[in-house]
């Protein structure tokens, strides 16, 4: 199976800076994207970042210039560098990895995968 695992959460003063890490395990040969959303209470989940395995980048326009989201191919693990953060965006974040392909077989998963979570809380 497919393990997303997330660490780099927790509670920052507004201006100031976090890191998330996501580290990706089991019968994996690549992924083609990795991504982070996050949902704050009461609204729906919402895409932040996105990279692909070609390093191209997608952000939500209230994180542009703020944030900023990375991978390493070899560790499988997936960065989001949150700078300037704001009050607004406390959220509990979450990984997602898409267009999984298997090791041996090279079946392409057909569903994403999801990481549990972990909070981020920006307030003085």
């Known amino acids: 199976q497919v393990q997303l695992v997330e660490s780099g959460g927790g509670l920052v003063q507004p201006g100031g800076s976090l890191r998330l890490s996501c580290a990706a395990s089991?019968?994996?040969?690549?992924?083609?994207?990795m991504g982070w959303y996050r949902q704050a209470s009461g609204k729906q989940r919402e895409l932040v970042a996105a990279i692909t395995d070609g390093g191209s980048t997608n952000y939500t326009d209230s994180v542009k210039g703020r944030f900023t989201i990375s991978r390493d191919l070899t560790k499988k693990t997936v960065y989001l560098q949150m700078n300037s953060l704001k009050p607004e965006d406390t959220a509990v974040y979450y990984c997602n990895a898409d267009g999984v392909r298997r090791r041996l077989s090279y079946i392409l998963d057909k569903d994403g995968y999801w990481g549990q979570g972990t909070q981020v809380t920006v307030s003085s």
């Open positions: 089991g019968n994996i040969f690549s992924i083609n994207t």
